[in-house]
T-cell receptor, first 116, second 111 residues
Framework: DGGITQSPKYLFRKEGQNVTLSCEQNLNHDAMYWYRQDPGQGLRLIYYSQIVNDFQKGDIAEGYSVSREKKESFPLTVTSAQKNPTAFYLC???????????????FGPGTRLTVL | QKEVEQDPGPLSVPEGAIVSLNCTYSNSAFQYFMWYRQYSRKGPELLMYTYSSGNKEDGRFTAQVDKSSKYISLFIRDSQPSDSATYLCAMKGTSYGKLTFGQGTILTVHP
């Protein structure tokens, strides 16, 4: 059963702590993405990776870091430098990364992060 | 000004109504247009995508693109309570890894 899994579903963090959100896909997709969703603001791109060992900053990368050591995994670390980390975090993957493609992205179920 | 504007609603309609959801955009480079549906506390799922101007139909859903006016729409016919969700428009130019999303419209279909 192919898909994207994210864990944990809910995460609580104390101020000053770093936390890592997991994203795994078994769709054999090359590209993976991290978005942040806040009420009334839609989805904003944090980081994306088109291939293993390579990733690019999105629109709101400050305070976040990622790695892409394996094709199927793209973990996101929310660092203490992120001033307002409470949000819903969505991971996505895509199987077609050419400029002329639709770049159809498939999403995981999300992780809700709350800073206490 | 945001590249993509979408009325956040909320929009409430009776069962069986025709629903119209809309987005406008300012970037002429956008070539691909998508609609995602997101149920509460879930990830978005792709409903439809279109490339050219015109209409594309899939069951009760019709996506419409007017590139000259920079305007896209999603129509839902015979709306059902199960259609209650947030609907997100998304669009892409010709660069890698860059989907730009609208804010999402919250739709409620009441029996």
């Amino acid at each position: 059963d192919g898909g994207i899994t994210q864990s944990p579903k809910y995460l609580f963090r104390k101020e000053g702590q770093n936390v890592t959100l997991s994203c795994e896909q078994n769709l054999n997709h090359d590209a993976m993405y991290w978005y942040r969703q806040d009420p009334g603001q839609g989805l904003r791109l944090i980081y994306y990776s088109q291939i293993v060992n390579d990733f690019q900053k999105g629109d709101i990368a400050e305070g976040y870091s990622v790695s892409r050591e394996k094709k199927e995994s793209f973990p996101l670390t929310v660092t203490s430098a992120q001033k307002n980390p409470t949000a819903f975090y969505l991971c996505a993957s895509s199987d077609d990364i050419t400029p002329q493609s639709t770049d159809t992205q498939y999403f995981g179920p999300g992780t809700r992060l709350t800073v206490l | 000004q945001k590249e993509v504007e979408q009325d956040p609603g909320p929009l409430s309609v009776p069962e069986g109504a025709i629903v119209s959801l809309n987005c406008t955009y300012s970037n002429s480079a956008f070539q691909y247009f998508m609609w995602y549906r997101q149920y509460s506390r879930k990830g978005p799922e792709l409903l439809m995508y279109t490339y050219s101007s015109g209409n594309k139909e899939d069951g009760r859903f019709t996506a419409q693109v007017d590139k000259s006016s920079k305007y896209i729409s999603l129509f839902i016919r015979d709306s059902q309570p199960s259609d209650s969700a947030t609907y997100l428009c998304a669009m892409k130019g010709t660069s890698y890894g860059k989907l730009t999303f609208g804010q999402g419209t919250i739709l409620t279909v009441h029996p």
